[in-house]
Protein backbone atom coordinates (compact mmCIF):
# COMPACT_ATOMS: atom_id res chain seq x y z
CA UNK A 1 0.00 0.00 0.00
CA UNK A 2 1.04 3.59 -0.81
CA UNK A 3 1.22 6.11 2.76
CA UNK A 4 -1.07 8.06 3.64
CA UNK A 5 -0.75 11.87 2.77
CA UNK A 6 -0.03 13.89 5.75
CA UNK A 7 -2.68 15.74 6.62
CA UNK A 8 -1.57 20.05 6.50
CA UNK A 9 -0.23 21.53 9.67
CA UNK A 10 -0.21 17.69 10.78
CA UNK A 11 3.80 15.94 11.55
CA UNK A 12 4.29 12.25 10.24
CA UNK A 13 4.78 9.96 13.48
CA UNK A 14 8.04 8.43 14.28
CA UNK A 15 8.70 5.00 12.25
CA UNK A 16 10.75 2.48 14.09
CA UNK A 17 11.88 -0.47 12.46
CA UNK A 18 13.95 -2.87 14.85
CA UNK A 19 16.34 -5.92 13.81
CA UNK A 20 15.12 -8.28 16.62
CA UNK A 21 16.07 -9.70 19.67
CA UNK A 22 16.01 -5.98 21.25
CA UNK A 23 17.44 -5.75 24.79
CA UNK A 24 14.41 -6.55 27.02
CA UNK A 25 16.36 -7.21 30.11
CA UNK A 26 19.22 -4.60 31.07
CA UNK A 27 19.92 -0.60 29.41
CA UNK A 28 16.46 -1.46 27.16
CA UNK A 29 17.58 1.60 25.28
CA UNK A 30 15.62 0.69 22.13
CA UNK A 31 11.96 -0.09 24.06
CA UNK A 32 12.97 3.08 26.53
CA UNK A 33 13.04 5.36 23.87
CA UNK A 34 10.10 4.59 21.81
CA UNK A 35 8.16 4.57 25.38
CA UNK A 36 9.67 7.95 25.89
CA UNK A 37 8.44 9.10 21.90
CA UNK A 38 5.25 7.91 23.06
CA UNK A 39 4.73 10.22 26.03
CA UNK A 40 6.20 7.88 28.67
CA UNK A 41 3.54 7.99 31.86
CA UNK A 42 0.57 9.72 28.97
CA UNK A 43 1.70 6.88 26.56
CA UNK A 44 -0.96 4.81 25.05
CA UNK A 45 0.54 2.01 23.69
CA UNK A 46 -0.98 -0.90 21.42
CA UNK A 47 0.83 -4.30 21.26
CA UNK A 48 -0.06 -6.35 17.77
CA UNK A 49 1.42 -9.44 18.31
CA UNK A 50 -0.28 -11.24 15.36
CA UNK A 51 2.78 -11.85 13.85
CA UNK A 52 3.50 -14.56 16.30
CA UNK A 53 2.15 -17.99 17.23
CA UNK A 54 3.10 -17.68 20.36
CA UNK A 55 -0.10 -17.06 23.09
CA UNK A 56 2.03 -15.20 25.53
CA UNK A 57 4.25 -12.54 23.17
CA UNK A 58 1.22 -9.64 23.83
CA UNK A 59 1.50 -10.11 27.45
CA UNK A 60 5.27 -10.38 27.71
CA UNK A 61 5.88 -6.95 25.40
CA UNK A 62 2.82 -5.50 27.64
CA UNK A 63 4.74 -6.63 31.12
CA UNK A 64 7.87 -4.88 29.31
CA UNK A 65 6.42 -1.90 28.97
CA UNK A 66 4.66 -1.68 32.08
CA UNK A 67 8.11 -1.98 33.65
CA UNK A 68 9.04 0.78 31.76
CA UNK A 69 6.07 2.83 33.26
CA UNK A 70 4.28 3.35 30.29
CA UNK A 71 1.14 5.00 31.13
CA UNK A 72 -0.92 2.40 29.33
CA UNK A 73 -0.98 -0.35 27.03
CA UNK A 74 -3.37 -2.77 25.61
CA UNK A 75 -2.73 -5.98 23.39
CA UNK A 76 -4.52 -6.28 20.41
CA UNK A 77 -4.40 -9.26 18.96
CA UNK A 78 -5.57 -9.68 15.07
CA UNK A 79 -6.49 -13.20 14.89
CA UNK A 80 -8.62 -13.26 11.67
CA UNK A 81 -9.54 -10.75 8.82
CA UNK A 82 -12.67 -9.83 10.52
CA UNK A 83 -10.97 -8.78 13.65
CA UNK A 84 -9.59 -6.37 11.01
CA UNK A 85 -12.88 -4.48 11.10
CA UNK A 86 -13.56 -4.95 15.06
CA UNK A 87 -14.97 -1.55 16.31
CA UNK A 88 -13.24 -2.36 19.42
CA UNK A 89 -9.92 -3.15 18.03
CA UNK A 90 -10.37 -0.05 15.83
CA UNK A 91 -10.85 2.31 19.00
CA UNK A 92 -7.93 1.31 21.00
CA UNK A 93 -5.76 2.08 17.57
CA UNK A 94 -7.51 5.47 16.93
CA UNK A 95 -6.83 6.09 20.90
CA UNK A 96 -3.53 5.31 21.14
CA UNK A 97 -0.13 7.50 20.73
CA UNK A 98 2.09 4.68 19.50
CA UNK A 99 1.92 1.20 17.94
CA UNK A 100 4.01 -1.78 18.11
CA UNK A 101 4.19 -5.01 16.54
CA UNK A 102 5.68 -8.17 17.70
CA UNK A 103 8.33 -10.50 16.06
CA UNK A 104 7.48 -13.79 14.18
CA UNK A 105 6.22 -13.96 10.59
CA UNK A 106 5.81 -10.70 8.45
CA UNK A 107 3.58 -12.84 6.42
CA UNK A 108 0.87 -13.51 9.07
CA UNK A 109 0.39 -9.39 9.97
CA UNK A 110 0.04 -9.14 5.99
CA UNK A 111 -1.93 -11.44 5.06
CA UNK A 112 -4.62 -10.97 8.13
CA UNK A 113 -4.31 -7.02 8.18
CA UNK A 114 -3.77 -6.19 4.18
CA UNK A 115 -6.23 -4.32 3.04
CA UNK A 116 -8.47 -4.09 6.11
CA UNK A 117 -9.60 -1.18 7.98
CA UNK A 118 -7.06 -1.19 10.87
CA UNK A 119 -4.03 -1.58 8.52
CA UNK A 120 -5.42 1.97 6.86
CA UNK A 121 -6.07 3.66 10.14
CA UNK A 122 -2.77 2.76 11.29
CA UNK A 123 -1.50 4.46 7.83
CA UNK A 124 -3.87 7.35 8.82
CA UNK A 125 -2.94 7.83 12.26
CA UNK A 126 0.93 7.37 11.69
CA UNK A 127 0.71 10.47 9.17
CA UNK A 128 -1.38 12.06 11.83
CA UNK A 129 1.81 11.74 14.53
CA UNK A 130 0.79 8.50 15.71
CA UNK A 131 4.25 6.37 16.00
CA UNK A 132 4.86 2.69 15.06
CA UNK A 133 7.43 0.63 15.85
CA UNK A 134 8.14 -2.75 14.92
CA UNK A 135 10.94 -5.63 15.51
CA UNK A 136 11.41 -8.48 13.56
CA UNK A 137 8.76 -9.41 11.35
CA UNK A 138 7.17 -6.31 12.64
CA UNK A 139 9.67 -3.93 11.16
CA UNK A 140 9.57 -6.00 7.79
CA UNK A 141 5.97 -5.14 7.54
CA UNK A 142 6.10 -1.13 8.29
CA UNK A 143 7.47 -0.72 4.43
CA UNK A 144 5.11 -0.63 1.17
CA UNK A 145 7.24 -3.41 -0.52
CA UNK A 146 8.41 -5.80 2.21
CA UNK A 147 10.80 -9.03 2.21
CA UNK A 148 8.65 -11.46 2.33
CA UNK A 149 11.31 -14.35 2.73
CA UNK A 150 14.49 -15.39 0.74
CA UNK A 151 17.76 -16.83 0.82
CA UNK A 152 20.71 -15.76 3.30
CA UNK A 153 24.60 -15.27 1.96
CA UNK A 154 26.16 -12.28 1.15
CA UNK A 155 26.28 -12.01 -2.97
CA UNK A 156 22.51 -11.59 -4.52
CA UNK A 157 21.36 -13.85 -6.62
CA UNK A 158 18.34 -14.00 -8.80
CA UNK A 159 15.56 -15.62 -6.66
CA UNK A 160 17.32 -14.91 -3.49
CA UNK A 161 14.32 -12.62 -2.29
CA UNK A 162 10.79 -12.84 -3.00
CA UNK A 163 8.50 -9.26 -2.07
CA UNK A 164 5.19 -8.82 -0.88
CA UNK A 165 3.68 -5.55 -0.29
CA UNK A 166 3.66 -4.78 3.50
CA UNK A 167 1.55 -2.13 5.82
CA UNK A 168 2.77 0.69 3.58
CA UNK A 169 3.69 3.55 6.00
CA UNK A 170 6.68 4.79 4.14
CA UNK A 171 7.84 3.59 0.66
CA UNK A 172 11.10 5.23 0.86
CA UNK A 173 13.09 1.76 2.02
CA UNK A 174 13.05 -1.88 2.26
CA UNK A 175 13.93 -3.20 5.14
CA UNK A 176 15.55 -6.63 6.46
CA UNK A 177 16.54 -7.74 10.04
CA UNK A 178 18.32 -10.08 12.17
CA UNK A 179 20.82 -8.33 9.59
CA UNK A 180 24.45 -9.41 10.57
CA UNK A 181 23.36 -12.44 12.81
CA UNK A 182 21.50 -14.14 9.08
CA UNK A 183 24.29 -12.63 6.74
CA UNK A 184 21.33 -11.10 4.30
CA UNK A 185 23.48 -8.72 2.38
CA UNK A 186 22.33 -10.38 -0.73
CA UNK A 187 18.81 -10.56 -0.54
CA UNK A 188 18.19 -7.10 0.60
CA UNK A 189 20.42 -5.89 -2.42
CA UNK A 190 19.08 -8.00 -4.57
CA UNK A 191 15.35 -6.52 -3.62
CA UNK A 192 17.11 -3.45 -4.36
CA UNK A 193 18.25 -4.74 -8.03
CA UNK A 194 15.22 -5.13 -9.03
CA UNK A 195 14.11 -1.09 -8.67
CA UNK A 196 16.59 0.96 -7.11
CA UNK A 197 14.01 3.59 -6.12
CA UNK A 198 13.83 2.20 -2.38
CA UNK A 199 16.87 2.60 -0.15
CA UNK A 200 17.70 -1.00 1.92
CA UNK A 201 17.82 -0.96 4.93
CA UNK A 202 19.45 -4.03 7.12
CA UNK A 203 19.22 -3.88 10.44
CA UNK A 204 20.97 -5.68 13.29
CA UNK A 205 19.89 -7.05 16.31
CA UNK A 206 19.46 -4.95 18.84
CA UNK A 207 19.09 -2.19 17.28
CA UNK A 208 16.69 0.22 15.97
CA UNK A 209 16.34 2.84 12.63
CA UNK A 210 14.09 5.86 14.84
CA UNK A 211 12.67 6.90 11.63
CA UNK A 212 11.86 11.08 12.13
CA UNK A 213 8.91 13.57 10.45
CA UNK A 214 11.87 14.82 8.54
CA UNK A 215 12.94 11.27 6.93
CA UNK A 216 16.28 11.26 8.95
CA UNK A 217 16.76 8.30 10.93
CA UNK A 218 18.96 7.80 13.70
CA UNK A 219 20.14 4.38 15.17
CA UNK A 220 20.07 3.24 18.34
CA UNK A 221 20.85 -0.01 20.13
CA UNK A 222 24.45 -2.30 19.91
CA UNK A 223 24.53 -3.25 16.55
CA UNK A 224 25.10 -1.69 13.63
CA UNK A 225 22.64 -0.77 10.52
CA UNK A 226 23.57 -1.40 6.98
CA UNK A 227 22.13 1.73 4.70
CA UNK A 228 22.17 0.48 0.97
CA UNK A 229 21.52 3.20 -1.58
CA UNK A 230 21.35 2.20 -5.25
CA UNK A 231 20.04 5.36 -6.24
CA UNK A 232 23.18 5.57 -8.65
CA UNK A 233 23.36 2.42 -9.90
CA UNK A 234 25.54 2.25 -13.44
CA UNK A 235 24.01 -1.20 -14.14
CA UNK A 236 22.19 -4.44 -13.11
CA UNK A 237 21.97 -7.97 -14.76
CA UNK A 238 18.64 -8.34 -12.72
CA UNK A 239 16.43 -8.47 -15.86
CA UNK A 240 18.63 -11.14 -17.60
CA UNK A 241 19.78 -13.11 -14.98
CA UNK A 242 18.32 -16.99 -14.06
CA UNK A 243 17.44 -18.04 -10.59
CA UNK A 244 20.31 -18.88 -8.23
CA UNK A 245 22.62 -16.98 -10.81
CA UNK A 246 24.36 -13.74 -9.30
CA UNK A 247 23.22 -10.55 -9.97
CA UNK A 248 26.11 -8.35 -11.54
CA UNK A 249 25.59 -4.74 -9.69
CA UNK A 250 27.46 -1.75 -9.84
CA UNK A 251 28.01 1.23 -7.99
CA UNK A 252 26.06 0.40 -4.89
CA UNK A 253 26.18 3.48 -1.94
CA UNK A 254 26.77 1.44 1.41
CA UNK A 255 27.06 3.15 4.87
CA UNK A 256 27.11 0.88 8.04
CA UNK A 257 25.64 2.65 10.79
CA UNK A 258 26.28 2.63 14.72
CA UNK A 259 24.45 4.53 17.69
CA UNK A 260 24.27 8.07 16.70
CA UNK A 261 24.85 8.10 13.39
CA UNK A 262 22.33 9.38 11.30
CA UNK A 263 20.91 8.82 7.52
CA UNK A 264 18.51 11.12 5.39
CA UNK A 265 15.81 8.71 3.76
CA UNK A 266 14.94 12.24 1.22
CA UNK A 267 18.76 13.54 0.58
CA UNK A 268 20.41 9.99 1.14
CA UNK A 269 23.31 11.94 3.37
CA UNK A 270 24.83 10.09 6.26
CA UNK A 271 26.01 11.82 9.03
CA UNK A 272 28.76 11.11 11.88
CA UNK A 273 27.83 14.10 13.67
CA UNK A 274 25.83 13.05 16.45
CA UNK A 275 28.19 10.14 17.11
CA UNK A 276 31.47 12.22 17.01
CA UNK A 277 29.58 14.59 20.03
CA UNK A 278 28.67 11.44 22.13
CA UNK A 279 32.34 10.80 21.90
CA UNK A 280 33.91 13.75 22.99
CA UNK B 1 55.86 -6.66 1.23
CA UNK B 2 55.91 -4.16 -1.52
CA UNK B 3 55.21 -5.26 -4.67
CA UNK B 4 58.41 -5.59 -7.28
CA UNK B 5 58.81 -2.65 -9.63
CA UNK B 6 58.13 -3.54 -12.96
CA UNK B 7 61.25 -3.24 -15.43
CA UNK B 8 61.35 -0.81 -18.40
CA UNK B 9 59.72 -2.50 -21.53
CA UNK B 10 57.95 -5.33 -19.45
CA UNK B 11 54.80 -5.82 -18.16
CA UNK B 12 53.74 -7.76 -14.95
CA UNK B 13 52.15 -10.69 -15.24
CA UNK B 14 48.46 -11.53 -14.51
CA UNK B 15 47.47 -12.11 -10.48
CA UNK B 16 44.37 -14.37 -10.71
CA UNK B 17 42.93 -14.39 -6.65
CA UNK B 18 39.96 -17.63 -7.23
CA UNK B 19 37.38 -17.80 -4.41
CA UNK B 20 37.94 -21.00 -3.13
CA UNK B 21 36.46 -24.01 -4.41
CA UNK B 22 36.89 -24.09 -7.85
CA UNK B 23 35.23 -26.32 -10.30
CA UNK B 24 37.38 -29.24 -10.91
CA UNK B 25 35.02 -31.50 -13.16
CA UNK B 26 32.69 -29.90 -15.31
CA UNK B 27 33.34 -26.90 -17.01
CA UNK B 28 36.57 -25.53 -15.24
CA UNK B 29 36.59 -22.21 -16.44
CA UNK B 30 38.81 -20.61 -13.98
CA UNK B 31 41.67 -23.23 -14.41
CA UNK B 32 41.64 -23.67 -17.86
CA UNK B 33 41.48 -19.46 -18.28
CA UNK B 34 44.51 -19.68 -16.22
CA UNK B 35 46.17 -22.54 -18.02
CA UNK B 36 45.69 -20.76 -21.44
CA UNK B 37 47.37 -17.56 -20.05
CA UNK B 38 50.22 -19.49 -19.34
CA UNK B 39 51.06 -20.58 -22.80
CA UNK B 40 48.70 -23.66 -22.55
CA UNK B 41 50.75 -26.78 -24.01
CA UNK B 42 53.87 -24.38 -24.00
CA UNK B 43 52.84 -23.78 -20.11
CA UNK B 44 55.24 -24.36 -17.53
CA UNK B 45 53.38 -24.36 -14.18
CA UNK B 46 54.83 -24.55 -10.79
CA UNK B 47 52.22 -26.18 -8.12
CA UNK B 48 53.18 -24.42 -4.42
CA UNK B 49 50.63 -27.03 -2.05
CA UNK B 50 52.58 -25.31 1.00
CA UNK B 51 49.19 -23.62 2.53
CA UNK B 52 47.58 -27.16 2.45
CA UNK B 53 48.79 -29.87 5.47
CA UNK B 54 46.82 -32.32 2.67
CA UNK B 55 50.03 -34.61 1.07
CA UNK B 56 47.81 -35.35 -1.87
CA UNK B 57 47.26 -31.60 -2.71
CA UNK B 58 50.08 -30.61 -4.90
CA UNK B 59 49.56 -34.09 -6.83
CA UNK B 60 45.63 -33.28 -7.64
CA UNK B 61 46.30 -30.04 -8.93
CA UNK B 62 49.30 -31.55 -10.98
CA UNK B 63 46.66 -34.37 -12.20
CA UNK B 64 43.70 -31.48 -12.68
CA UNK B 65 46.69 -29.19 -14.97
CA UNK B 66 47.26 -32.60 -16.87
CA UNK B 67 44.34 -32.89 -17.94
CA UNK B 68 43.30 -29.87 -19.10
CA UNK B 69 46.85 -30.67 -21.45
CA UNK B 70 48.87 -28.12 -19.66
CA UNK B 71 52.84 -28.10 -21.50
CA UNK B 72 54.69 -28.84 -17.95
CA UNK B 73 53.70 -28.88 -14.20
CA UNK B 74 55.88 -29.29 -11.48
CA UNK B 75 55.28 -29.24 -7.68
CA UNK B 76 57.26 -27.15 -5.44
CA UNK B 77 55.77 -28.15 -2.14
CA UNK B 78 57.74 -25.84 0.56
CA UNK B 79 58.14 -27.30 3.86
CA UNK B 80 60.39 -25.17 5.79
CA UNK B 81 61.93 -21.53 5.39
CA UNK B 82 65.40 -23.75 4.34
CA UNK B 83 63.23 -24.52 1.53
CA UNK B 84 62.38 -21.00 0.44
CA UNK B 85 66.31 -20.94 -0.36
CA UNK B 86 66.81 -23.95 -1.92
CA UNK B 87 68.25 -23.80 -5.65
CA UNK B 88 66.35 -26.87 -6.90
CA UNK B 89 63.25 -25.27 -5.99
CA UNK B 90 64.25 -21.05 -7.24
CA UNK B 91 65.03 -22.73 -10.40
CA UNK B 92 61.50 -23.94 -11.25
CA UNK B 93 60.36 -20.77 -10.65
CA UNK B 94 62.93 -18.86 -12.78
CA UNK B 95 61.52 -21.20 -15.45
CA UNK B 96 57.95 -21.09 -15.01
CA UNK B 97 55.09 -19.53 -16.78
CA UNK B 98 52.81 -19.65 -14.22
CA UNK B 99 52.60 -20.24 -10.63
CA UNK B 100 49.67 -21.65 -9.01
CA UNK B 101 48.89 -21.55 -4.88
CA UNK B 102 46.44 -23.87 -3.28
CA UNK B 103 44.25 -23.66 -0.34
CA UNK B 104 45.11 -24.51 3.10
CA UNK B 105 45.89 -21.98 5.61
CA UNK B 106 47.35 -18.39 4.14
CA UNK B 107 49.42 -18.16 7.68
CA UNK B 108 51.40 -21.78 6.94
CA UNK B 109 52.51 -19.31 3.04
CA UNK B 110 53.65 -16.14 5.27
CA UNK B 111 55.20 -18.00 8.04
CA UNK B 112 57.15 -20.40 5.77
CA UNK B 113 57.93 -18.43 2.43
CA UNK B 114 58.19 -14.23 4.00
CA UNK B 115 61.59 -13.14 3.44
CA UNK B 116 62.59 -16.04 1.83
CA UNK B 117 64.76 -16.20 -1.92
CA UNK B 118 61.74 -17.78 -3.25
CA UNK B 119 58.93 -15.07 -2.39
CA UNK B 120 61.69 -12.50 -3.68
CA UNK B 121 61.83 -14.41 -6.75
CA UNK B 122 57.61 -14.91 -7.26
CA UNK B 123 57.69 -11.15 -6.65
CA UNK B 124 60.44 -10.50 -9.33
CA UNK B 125 59.11 -12.67 -12.01
CA UNK B 126 55.27 -11.88 -11.11
CA UNK B 127 56.36 -7.98 -12.12
CA UNK B 128 58.51 -9.21 -15.01
CA UNK B 129 55.53 -11.39 -16.35
CA UNK B 130 55.14 -14.47 -15.16
CA UNK B 131 51.69 -15.43 -13.99
CA UNK B 132 50.41 -16.07 -10.17
CA UNK B 133 46.83 -17.50 -9.20
CA UNK B 134 45.87 -18.49 -6.09
CA UNK B 135 42.86 -20.38 -4.25
CA UNK B 136 41.30 -19.38 -0.96
CA UNK B 137 44.38 -19.22 1.26
CA UNK B 138 46.38 -19.07 -1.92
CA UNK B 139 44.33 -15.92 -2.91
CA UNK B 140 44.52 -14.41 0.40
CA UNK B 141 48.48 -14.36 0.30
CA UNK B 142 48.86 -12.24 -3.02
CA UNK B 143 48.49 -9.09 -1.69
CA UNK B 144 50.49 -6.78 0.39
CA UNK B 145 48.31 -6.60 3.30
CA UNK B 146 46.10 -10.11 3.92
CA UNK B 147 43.55 -11.22 6.10
CA UNK B 148 45.08 -13.76 8.34
CA UNK B 149 41.80 -14.32 9.71
CA UNK B 150 38.56 -12.92 11.35
CA UNK B 151 35.09 -13.53 12.47
CA UNK B 152 32.25 -13.48 10.22
CA UNK B 153 29.06 -11.70 9.97
CA UNK B 154 27.95 -8.92 7.91
CA UNK B 155 28.20 -5.69 10.24
CA UNK B 156 32.13 -4.63 10.79
CA UNK B 157 33.19 -4.88 14.20
CA UNK B 158 36.10 -3.88 15.83
CA UNK B 159 38.78 -6.44 16.07
CA UNK B 160 36.99 -8.92 13.96
CA UNK B 161 39.78 -9.01 11.33
CA UNK B 162 43.68 -9.57 11.64
CA UNK B 163 45.84 -8.85 9.07
CA UNK B 164 49.32 -9.59 8.40
CA UNK B 165 51.99 -9.08 5.73
CA UNK B 166 51.04 -11.18 2.61
CA UNK B 167 53.55 -11.90 -0.47
CA UNK B 168 53.02 -8.60 -1.92
CA UNK B 169 52.48 -8.80 -5.73
CA UNK B 170 50.39 -5.83 -5.46
CA UNK B 171 49.26 -3.23 -2.61
CA UNK B 172 46.06 -2.13 -4.59
CA UNK B 173 43.93 -4.68 -2.87
CA UNK B 174 42.79 -6.80 0.33
CA UNK B 175 41.67 -10.32 -0.50
CA UNK B 176 38.54 -12.38 0.85
CA UNK B 177 37.88 -15.59 -0.37
CA UNK B 178 34.96 -18.15 0.07
CA UNK B 179 32.89 -14.71 0.07
CA UNK B 180 29.22 -15.28 -0.07
CA UNK B 181 29.67 -19.04 1.79
CA UNK B 182 31.23 -17.87 4.83
CA UNK B 183 29.68 -14.26 5.20
CA UNK B 184 32.86 -11.99 5.09
CA UNK B 185 31.58 -8.48 4.17
CA UNK B 186 32.28 -7.28 7.54
CA UNK B 187 35.65 -8.83 8.17
CA UNK B 188 36.35 -6.92 4.90
CA UNK B 189 34.74 -3.76 5.86
CA UNK B 190 36.75 -3.67 9.05
CA UNK B 191 40.05 -4.28 7.01
CA UNK B 192 39.43 -1.01 4.85
CA UNK B 193 38.34 1.11 7.74
CA UNK B 194 41.54 0.91 9.11
CA UNK B 195 43.39 2.09 5.91
CA UNK B 196 41.01 2.78 2.95
CA UNK B 197 43.52 3.36 0.27
CA UNK B 198 43.56 -0.67 -0.98
CA UNK B 199 40.36 -2.03 -2.45
CA UNK B 200 38.38 -4.71 -0.89
CA UNK B 201 38.16 -7.62 -3.06
CA UNK B 202 35.61 -10.59 -2.27
CA UNK B 203 35.88 -13.85 -3.88
CA UNK B 204 32.78 -16.03 -3.79
CA UNK B 205 33.72 -19.60 -4.68
CA UNK B 206 34.37 -20.72 -8.25
CA UNK B 207 35.11 -17.34 -8.88
CA UNK B 208 37.83 -15.61 -9.62
CA UNK B 209 39.40 -11.57 -10.66
CA UNK B 210 41.73 -12.18 -13.77
CA UNK B 211 44.04 -9.21 -12.91
CA UNK B 212 46.24 -7.77 -16.19
CA UNK B 213 48.89 -5.71 -16.49
CA UNK B 214 46.40 -2.94 -16.93
CA UNK B 215 45.34 -3.64 -13.26
CA UNK B 216 41.75 -3.81 -14.91
CA UNK B 217 40.72 -7.42 -13.40
CA UNK B 218 37.71 -9.49 -15.48
CA UNK B 219 35.43 -11.68 -13.30
CA UNK B 220 35.28 -15.46 -14.51
CA UNK B 221 33.16 -18.41 -12.82
CA UNK B 222 30.05 -19.12 -11.46
CA UNK B 223 29.60 -16.58 -8.33
CA UNK B 224 30.16 -12.92 -7.43
CA UNK B 225 33.12 -10.82 -6.79
CA UNK B 226 31.89 -7.76 -4.37
CA UNK B 227 34.24 -5.05 -4.69
CA UNK B 228 34.76 -2.49 -1.64
CA UNK B 229 35.63 1.05 -2.48
CA UNK B 230 36.42 3.12 0.51
CA UNK B 231 38.18 5.92 -1.39
CA UNK B 232 35.36 8.45 -0.54
CA UNK B 233 34.38 7.09 3.26
CA UNK B 234 33.43 10.48 4.25
CA UNK B 235 34.03 8.93 8.14
CA UNK B 236 34.79 5.58 9.89
CA UNK B 237 34.97 5.18 13.80
CA UNK B 238 37.54 2.51 13.99
CA UNK B 239 39.83 4.30 15.99
CA UNK B 240 37.41 4.90 18.72
CA UNK B 241 35.57 1.51 18.92
CA UNK B 242 36.67 -1.16 21.69
CA UNK B 243 36.82 -5.00 20.28
CA UNK B 244 33.70 -6.62 19.04
CA UNK B 245 31.77 -2.82 19.31
CA UNK B 246 30.13 -2.18 15.48
CA UNK B 247 31.79 0.18 13.44
CA UNK B 248 30.41 3.20 11.73
CA UNK B 249 31.68 3.85 8.46
CA UNK B 250 29.99 6.15 5.61
CA UNK B 251 30.05 6.46 2.13
CA UNK B 252 31.58 2.96 1.02
CA UNK B 253 30.68 2.03 -2.71
CA UNK B 254 29.95 -1.44 -3.78
CA UNK B 255 30.06 -3.13 -6.77
CA UNK B 256 28.67 -6.59 -7.27
CA UNK B 257 30.27 -8.46 -10.30
CA UNK B 258 29.80 -11.27 -12.31
CA UNK B 259 31.38 -12.88 -15.27
CA UNK B 260 32.30 -10.75 -17.60
CA UNK B 261 32.49 -7.47 -15.32
CA UNK B 262 35.29 -5.79 -14.85
CA UNK B 263 36.78 -3.41 -12.36
CA UNK B 264 40.28 -1.35 -12.70
CA UNK B 265 41.92 -1.30 -9.56
CA UNK B 266 43.36 2.44 -10.71
CA UNK B 267 40.77 4.41 -11.80
CA UNK B 268 38.03 2.46 -9.73
CA UNK B 269 35.73 2.52 -12.51
CA UNK B 270 33.35 -0.78 -12.74
CA UNK B 271 31.90 -1.62 -16.16
CA UNK B 272 29.99 -3.95 -17.36
CA UNK B 273 30.42 -3.80 -20.95
CA UNK B 274 31.94 -7.16 -21.73
CA UNK B 275 28.77 -8.94 -19.71
CA UNK B 276 26.26 -7.00 -21.65
CA UNK B 277 28.27 -8.08 -25.09
CA UNK B 278 28.32 -11.66 -23.56
CA UNK B 279 24.76 -11.35 -23.38
CA UNK B 280 23.72 -10.20 -26.78
Known sequence: MCPSRIPDGKQRGWIVPIGGAEDKESRRQILKRFV??????????????TASRKLDTGARYQDLFERLEVGHSTIVDFATREDGQRDEYLRAIENASGVFFTGGNQLRISTILGGTAAAKLIRNRNAQGMHVAGTSAGASILSEHM?????????????????????????????????????????????????????????DEDTAAFIGPDETHEVEGTGGVTVVDA??????????????????????????????????????????????????
Open 36 to 49: KLCGGRDAEIVIIP
Open 147 to 203: IAFGKEGSSPRAGSVRLAPGLGLTNRFIIDQHFRQRDRLGRLVAALAYNPFAIGIGL
Open 231 to 280: SRVSFSSVDAVTEGQPICILGLIVHVLTAGATFNLHTRQASSTALVQLRD
